[in-house]
């Protein structure tokens, strides 16, 4: 079974913190997302990497960046914590590409609270 | 920008019951469906994926089906249980190599 770990399920910072949530993932997936989960907006993908050392914007970069160093694992940095980052946040993986059987897998959440 | 949209954004059952939840995607240029289960608090669980070129998949008590020229999929779910109770999310991959979500389904089964 595909497995994706996330470093916390609950996280507490303060404004303006700089913050590191990370997903680790033992499939050998080469695709890797972060996506934030807000009541009421849904799921949106803030990044993702096709590759290691690769990054590309998803819908809703601002405030955040990422590092994937090694395959299995991609972290986002909140660079300057703010309250408006409060959110669940969670990361997936999947195969390589756009093949129609790609399935993402996704990790257990991380509940993050700026005060 | 594709959207995703599902109906009804709640619903509530009597166990035992067969009961259907809708997705509706506005661009039928998709490579393929997931259906994902969340439960309150959680990440989610992947249930089915439907590839572009298939009509249909079965697991269990599910089925999801696709009508990839009119946008919609279906997913059945036949003598529900209480366990059955969460959040049903679809979501669709176009060519952008992201999923766009539905704003989901919240489930109740009652005993």
């Known amino acids: 079974d595909v497995k994706v770990t996330q470093s916390s399920r609950y996280l507490v910072k303060r404004t303006g913190e700089k913050v590191f949530l990370e997903c680790v993932q033992d499939?050998?997936?080469?695709?890797m997302f972060w996506y934030r989960q807000d009541p009421g907006l849904g799921l949106r993908l803030i990044y993702f990497s096709y590759d290691v050392k690769m990054k590309e914007k998803g819908d809703i970069p601002e405030g955040y960046s990422v590092s994937r160093e090694k395959k299995e694992r991609f972290s986002l940095i909140l660079e300057s914590a703010s309250t408006n980052q409060t959110s669940m946040y969670l990361c997936?993986?999947?195969?390589?590409?756009?093949?129609?059987?790609?399935?993402?897998?996704f990790g257990p959440g991380t509940r993050l609270t700026v005060l | 920008k594709q959207e995703v949209t599902q109906i009804p954004a709640a619903l509530s059952v009597p166990e035992g019951e067969n009961l259907v939840l809708n997705c509706s995607f506005t661009?039928?240029?998709?490579?393929?469906l997931q259906w994902f289960r969340q439960d309150p608090g959680k990440g989610l669980t992947s249930l089915l994926l439907i590839q572009s070129s298939q009509r249909e998949q079965t697991s269990g008590r599910l089925n999801a089906s696709l009508d990839k020229s009119s946008g919609r999929s279906t997913l059945y779910i036949a003598a529900s249980q209480p366990g059955d109770s969460a959040t049903y999310l679809c979501?669709?991959?176009?060519?952008?190599?992201?999923?766009?979500f539905g704003k989901g389904t919240k489930l109740s089964v009652i005993p």
């Open positions: 979501a669709v991959v176009d060519g952008s190599y992201q999923l766009t």
């Open positions: 661009d039928s240029a998709i490579y393929n």
């Open positions: 499939m050998d997936h080469e695709n």
């Open positions: 997936a993986s999947s195969p390589p590409g756009l093949a129609t059987n790609n399935e993402q897998f």
